[in-house]
Nanobody, 123 residues
Framework: QVQLVESGGGLVQAGGSLRLSCAAS????????MGWFRQAPGKEREFVAG????????HYADSVKGRFTISRDNAKNMVFLQMNSLKPDDTAVYYC????????????????WGQGTQVTVSS
């Protein structure tokens, strides 16, 4: 069983930055693929960024490429999402998730999910 707890969300003006954190339980954290997803009201959950267990491969949605950076600290069982140049369209609940199989953009691939943290970007 893996438990994930996100933090770092909040209200920010367009152009600002936020850093989301996700704390994970589980002794095999370093073997997991980690992903960040988001879901805006009335929309489907969408992939934002993912990272392999070693951190050497990352993947981003086109909408956030160049603005967001995913990273992880396996020693602390943490994964992060640095979000810069935020836009109102980035407003959503952000979730971190664990895949025990592959790095994927598909939500169904991820087995464990956090409760989410709200990010609101004002114009």
């Amino acid at each position: 069983q893996v438990q994930l707890v996100e933090s770092g969300g909040g209200l920010v003006q367009a152009g600002g930055s936020l850093r989301l954190s996700c704390a994970a339980s589980g002794r095999t954290f370093r073997s997991y693929f980690m992903g960040w997803f988001r879901q805006a009201p009335g929309k489907e959950r969408e992939f934002v960024a993912g990272i392999t267990w070693s951190g050497d491969i990352t993947h981003y949605a086109d909408s956030v490429k160049g603005r967001f950076t995913i990273s992880r600290d396996n020693a602390k069982n943490m994964v992060f999402l640095q979000m810069n140049s935020l836009k109102p369209d980035d407003t959503a609940v952000y979730y971190c998730a664990v895949s025990t199989t592959i790095l994927s953009t598909t939500p169904g691939t991820y087995r464990y999910w956090g409760q989410g943290t709200q990010v609101t970007v004002s114009s």
